[in-house]
Nanobody
């Protein structure tokens, strides 16, 4: 059974930084892509950043390019999201996910796939 647990969220002022982590267990090593997604109150969940199995391919939403960096440590089965220069519009619940069949389809930066395994989320709040 795949389990994914996010951590690292919190409240920061605009311009600040946070680093999110996602500890994965189960069969995520076979997932072609892992990614970070977020959902603001009253809005649909959106893709923020994705990374392939080897870490050589990454894609970002236009709104976070140049500010966020996604990475993964396969030895530790952990996914990261370094978030710098945060703005209030970055506020939301952040979820990590791993691709798999019969999941929910998202396209991030021109790469679309189905994300089947999801964590419970970690809240990020950015104040102005």
């Amino acid at each position: 059974q795949v389990q994914m647990v996010e951590s690292g969220g919190g409240s920061v002022q605009a311009g600040g930084s946070l680093r999110l982590s996602c500890a994965a267990s189960g069969y995520t090593s076979s997932s072609a892509y892992m990614g970070w997604f977020r959902q603001a109150p009253g809005k649909e969940r959106e893709g923020v950043a994705i990374i392939d199995t080897g870490g050589s391919t990454t894609r970002y939403a236009d709104s976070v390019k140049g500010r966020f960096t996604i990475s993964r440590d396969n030895a530790k089965n952990t996914l990261y999201l370094q978030m710098n220069s945060l703005v209030p519009e970055d506020t939301g619940m952040y979820y990590c996910a791993a691709s798999g069949p019969a999941g929910t389809y998202y396209a991030v930066g021109g790469i679309g796939t189905w994300y089947k395994y999801w964590g419970q989320g970690t809240q990020v709040t950015v104040s102005s």
